[in-house]
């Protein structure tokens, strides 16, 4: 599953990133990494953007980019 | 007088109080927001602290060395280029993990730093406990609390730079271990001569870095990356990004700051203004308010403002003898000038309200909200920011628009910021709206700026589908948490918007009502003064508008600056009137409704002032461009007005 598949209920763990080099480099430079737990936080009219809590931080993410994080549920 | 001069840079993530830090340090206003990407240049100021002179610099915020965003160049090649001193380097101790990240590649690279915790306070309301000390002695650098909000720890924070200037040890190059495979690639990589960061750097940015690196050196990283790729599926940047952050946590533990990684609390606020079905409503309605607070808050002020000027006019007809004198000090002077002044309250007011917005972080919660009717017109969501700084001033906005990497993104952002209506527009809809929709005057300006709004999406929409697209930007923003705006903050702010706009009262206002009121007075004893002459030549143009020759000059004196609109009106239809009320029977005389908003959406829309076509010139790079907005915003202005007039005439 991918980062739009995730809920508001639903923590998640990043499993990889891929997509082309730019995106990868630009999540990385927010410490969006692998190992991470992720949870829809807010999600506009259309679906499309959404923002993720990430860490610390809240992060917005359009679902074309948001496709690229692979993660998997986790439990606690 | 000090002999000794260092430069002392501001450095860190975006959104981590440089600049409100910059500001207490030096005294100075620059300009502060709650959301990434406020900075956009360098900014210098001084002060002196126990005998030395210290030169700050204020630098856009990055997320990595080793990144070329504009912004993050910008703060990049400056360290290379004119290497500080010192750097100063903040953090933010809401999120220490990823601010730290900087701080590994500063140290690395062995910059004399010093670090500074800001939003302490934040933090210790989180829960977060910290300890400056421990992680003082662990990275070798001196690490201070500081309070970009107040100068609670700002003597401390000047001893020690200055204490730390004086002492020219320089500090060990921090050494991350990092995976096998990207050390034995540091290591083949350092053998060409590289020094081990300039390695780290190489690769963690593909080979776009600030520095030289000759062809072979440039083969090598090339193939050393790809080597990495098939080992792991993982690039580079982020398996060194992983060393760092490794490095980070075992740091974080060792000093007894807390790395819980995750919070999930949500705010409030955010359930309700990010709600999915309420968001929208709620961003439609909070820009209603605004506009309707600003008209009918601003009136009372407005009132007081208007009778203290009609009175000084009275007064001076008649204290003054009949003549020359007293026409151009009473139907000029105070006639322009204070046809402007009354406005300022609503002026204040509308800058109070996108104060609030940036310092409280509901900016780029509304920039998310809207990226998706953004990405419709070839934009995204980061342009909404420039977009609503428009409203205050349009050149500010334009230089806002840098954070947008795309070129042709931000082309079309610059190009479509003139409609939004601008402050200096303010006055004539105020004006306007009050004499002929004194009813609902606020819905009839949240209506004009909405129009604005429109013209500049299909302005944009037709671009994007002409203009050569490039590489499409990925719409990637961090929400910063919701701050309650200072209200000093905000009272300095709106304390200088105000300033700015006294300053253009008595400068190009009253230098414009002053024209005005020559124009109109001579030839005396003539049937039509300059100014009627010059009406009349023109009003063939404006006359499908339902517009007459004294809207016709007014609009032409707005090529200046469009406050002088006002002030022209007040001037031509004020002779003999000294307050607003006499402005307003005359213009609801002279004016049929409809035309009334024919002048306003003509205003509205028709071409940028002098200052904003110089900045779109230096921005865009060419007269082009700058000649297409003046082009472009004629005849949709023409084109408007005449449509509002013809069906304005059958409603109305
Ligand atoms: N609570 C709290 N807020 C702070 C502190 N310092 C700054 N702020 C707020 O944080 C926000 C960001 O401050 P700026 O000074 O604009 O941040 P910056 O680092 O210059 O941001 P960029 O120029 O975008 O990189 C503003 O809303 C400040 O009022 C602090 O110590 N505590
Ligand atoms: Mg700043």
Redesign the pocket.
């Known amino acids: 599953m991918t980062l739009t598949d995730v809920t508001k209920k639903q923590t998640c763990r990043i499993r990889a990133i891929s997509g082309p080099d730019a995106l990868r480099q630009r999540l990385t430079a927010l410490g969006v990494m692998r190992g991470q737990k992720v949870r829809l936080s807010a999600s506009t009219l259309w679906g499309n953007p959404r923002t993720y809590a990430i860490g610390r931080q809240q992060i917005c993410l359009r679902n074309e980019d948001a496709c690229m994080v692979e993660v998997e549920p986790c439990d606690d | 007088m000090t002999d000794q001069v260092f430069t002392i840079a501001l450095l860190?993530?975006?959104?981590?109080?440089?600049?409100?830090?910059?500001n207490l340090l030096t005294g100075s206003r620059q300009?502060?927001?709650?959301?990434?990407?406020?900075?956009v240049t360098g900014r210098e100021g001084e002060r002196e602290h126990r005998g030395v002179t210290l030169r700050f610099v204020?630098l856009?915020?990055i997320y990595s060395l080793s990144h070329n965003r504009v912004e993050e160049r910008v703060a990049r090649d400056y360290l290379f280029e004119t290497p500080p001193d010192l750097v100063l380097n903040?953090l933010d101790a809401g999120n220490l993990a990823r601010n730290l990240a900087l701080t590994t590649q500063l140290l690395e690279q062995q910059l004399p730093s010093l670090i500074a915790v800001?939003?302490?306070?934040?933090a210790e309301a989180q829960g977060i406990t910290l300890d400056c000390d421990s992680l003082a002695k662990l990275l070798d650098v001196p690490v201070l609390p500081?309070?970009?909000?107040k100068p609670r720890y700002l003597d401390l924070l000047l001893d020690t730079i200055v204490d730390h200037l004086h002492l020219c040890a320089p500090a060990q190059a921090l050494e991350i271990g990092y995976e096998k495979h990207v050390e034995g690639a540091l290591t083949r990589l350092s053998e060409t001569g590289l020094k081990r960061w300039q390695a780290v750097q190489a690769l963690e940015s593909g080979g776009d870095v600030a520095f030289v690196l000759y062809d072979e050196q440039q083969t090598l990283l090339q193939q050393e990356i790809k080597q990495l790729e098939s080992y792991h599926d993982d690039s580079a940047a982020q398996l060194i990004a992983e060393g760092r952050y490794g490095f980070i946590h075992g740091l974080m533990h060792n000093s007894g700051s807390d790395h819980d990684e995750i919070s999930f609390a949500e705010h409030w606020l955010d359930s309700l203004v990010l709600n999915r079905w309420l968001g929208f409503p709620v961003f439609v309605c909070l820009l209603w308010l605004m506009f309707e607070s600003t008209f009918t808050l601003g009136a009372y002020p407005a009132d007081w403002i208007d009778a203290t000027v009609s009175g000084l006019g009275q007064w001076l007809a008649n204290a003054l003898p009949e003549g020359l004198l007293r026409d151009v000090l009473v139907d000029g002077l105070i006639a322009g000038v204070g046809g402007v002044l009354v406005f300022l309250p609503n002026v204040v007011l509308l800058f109070t309200f996108i104060a609030i917005m940036e310092?409280s972080g509901y900016m780029a919660r509304a920039a998310f909200l809207t990226d998706r009717l953004m990405s419709r017109v070839g934009l995204h969501g980061k342009a909404f920011v420039p977009l609503v700084m428009g409203f205050g001033c349009n050149v500010p906005a334009i230089m806002a628009t840098r954070t947008i990497e795309e070129p042709r993104a931000r082309l079309i952002t610059i190009l479509i910021n003139p409609f939004m209506s601008c402050s200096a527009r303010l006055p004539v809809y105020v004006l306007l709206a009050g004499i002929f929709f004194a009813d609902r005057a606020g819905t009839v300006m949240f209506g004009i700026y909405m129009l604005g709004i429109l013209m500049a999406f299909t302005v944009a929409a037709i671009l994007s589908r002409t203009l050569p697209t490039q590489h499409d930007e990925s719409f990637i923003m961090e929400l910063?948490p919701w701050?309650i705006?200072?209200l000093r903050?905000l009272l300095l702010h709106v304390w200088d918007k105000a300033g700015d706009f006294l300053s253009k009262i008595g400068g190009v206002i009253l230098v414009g009502s002053l024209l005005i009121w020559l124009l109109q007075t001579f030839p005396q004893n003539a049937d039509q003064s300059y100014l009627e002459q010059l009406g009349h030549l023109l009003a063939p143009l404006f006359a499908p508008l339902g517009l007459g020759w004294q809207e016709t000059v007014a609009l032409l004196s707005g090529f200046i600056a469009k406050e002088v609109i006002a002030a022209t009106l007040a001037v031509v239809y004020q002779m003999g009137e000294h307050d607003m009320a006499g402005l307003q029977a005359a213009l609801l005389a002279g004016l049929a409704p409809a035309a009334g908003l024919a002048l306003m959406v003509f205003t509205l829309l028709y071409m940028p002032c002098l200052a904003t076509i110089a900045v779109i010139r230096r921005e865009t790079g060419s007269w082009r461009w700058a000649l297409l907005s003046i082009l472009l915003g004629l005849v949709l202005a023409w084109v408007g007005a005449f449509i509002t007039y013809k069906l304005g005439s059958l409603w109305l």
């Not at chain 2, 500081?146 to 909000?149: E, F, H, L, T, Y």
């Open positions: 860190g993530n975006p959104n981590c109080g440089k600049t409100s830090l910059f300009r502060t927001g709650n959301m990434a990407g406020v900075t204020d856009p915020g903040v800001n939003m302490l306070d934040e500081s309070d970009g909000r310092q910063p701050r705006p200072t903050s």
